[in-house]
């Protein structure tokens, strides 16, 4: 029980198919707590459409449910839009309100509007405004959350983040991913200068794993087919890595008193290594 007693605030929990589910849940069985945050209707998103009402009312139900389900009744499930600093900003007041410390963050939110139908804009084309979207929800929300929870005085010295990235912001794929792969190398650019300053300043770890291709999530079902998993499993030497071998590494990550930081690791099967 490499956790116990710790307690980390997991984003990015749609439904149980998430990865960050999968990361929920080997935390609960290494000890440690969970507080998990999803996307919902919040007093802080001012005039919504009847539309986005609906939607975001049916993904904090999915969410909810999920969480009871799968987690159990002492996992919380909060709303929690990264874009708004607002809304983080309630979140860790009120983590300190009760005396809630955080020993780690799970960063597993990315949202791009270019990608539709698995179809992918090409960069060229994208507008700055979808171009902002996409790196305000996936890779500048780390620093939103890391500084509100800092500056809240929750992130417990010795904290540890781990964000979830991919290979595509490095190296082009083979399945197109234009502008979330600028996003994705942001966010890891991101975790290496974060590891720097929080690492002085709180002895907090912050490191990113690139994961492979896995379409039973919904990002994941937008963005690639049966086709991209297939082939990223017969170029991978140990073919593709589970989403238990992802929690797995998260978890190994969020152990305390370990001196990894800064660190973009690969849980792939090997993928990165091909040609
Ligand atoms: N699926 C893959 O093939 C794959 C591979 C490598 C990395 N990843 C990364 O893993 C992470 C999790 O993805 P997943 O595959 O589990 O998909 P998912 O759809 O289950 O998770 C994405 C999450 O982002 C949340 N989100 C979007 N906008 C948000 C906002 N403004 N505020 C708060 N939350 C918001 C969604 O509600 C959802 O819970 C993402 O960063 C993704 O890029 C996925």
């Given amino acids: 029980m490499v956790l116990n007693n710790k307690t980390f605030l997991i984003t990015g929990i749609a439904d149980e198919h998430s990865l960050a589910m999968y990361v929920a849940k080997a935390v609960i069985k290494q000890g440690g707590n969970v ?30 449910e999920s969480i009871k389900t799968h987690l159990g009744s002492n996992a919380s499930a909060e ?20 005396d809630i410390k955080i020993d780690g963050i799970l960063h597993a939110v990315a949202m791009d509007k270019t990608i539709r ?3 992918v804009k090409p960069l060229l084309d994208v507008t700055f405004d ?7 929800v996936s890779a500048f929300s780390l620093i939103r959350l890391t500084n ?10 010795g904290a540890s983040i781990c964000a979830l990235s991919y290979i595509a912001a490095e ?11 600028v996003a994705k190398a942001a966010l890891e650019r991101i975790v290496i200068e974060l590891a720097d300053e929080m690492g002085r300043s709180n002895g907090t770890r912050v490191n990113a794993i690139r994961f492979s291709t896995y379409l039973g999530s919904k990002a994941g079902a937008a963005t690639l087919t049966e086709d991209d998993v297939a082939k990223s499993n017969r170029i991978s030497p140990l073919g593709n ?17 370990s001196r990894i930081t800064g660190e973009i690791r690969h849980v792939d099967g090997g993928y990165h290594i091909m040609g």
Avoid at 130 to 136: H, I, L, N
Avoid at 241 to 257: G, K, T
């Fill in 241 to 257: 890595a589970s989403p238990r071998d992802l929690a797995n590494e998260v978890v190994h990550l969020f152990r305390p008193e």
């Fill in 148 to 157: 509100s929870l800092f500056k809240s005085q929750v992130l417990n010295p």
């Fill in 79 to 98: 709303i929690l839009d990264v874009t708004l600093d607002d809304n983080i900003e309630f979140f860790a007041k009120n983590l300190f309100k009760n």
């Fill in 35 to 64: 507080i998990c945050t999803g996307l919902g209707v919040s007093p802080f998103h001012g005039d919504l459409s009847d539309r986005a009402k609906d939607y975001l009312n049916n993904t904090f139900n999915d969410f909810k």
């Fill in 117 to 119: 139908n698995k179809k």
């Fill in 130 to 136: 979808e171009f902002c979207g996409t790196m305000d």
């Fill in 171 to 181: 190296k082009v794929t083979f399945h197109p991913y234009r502008n979330m792969s």
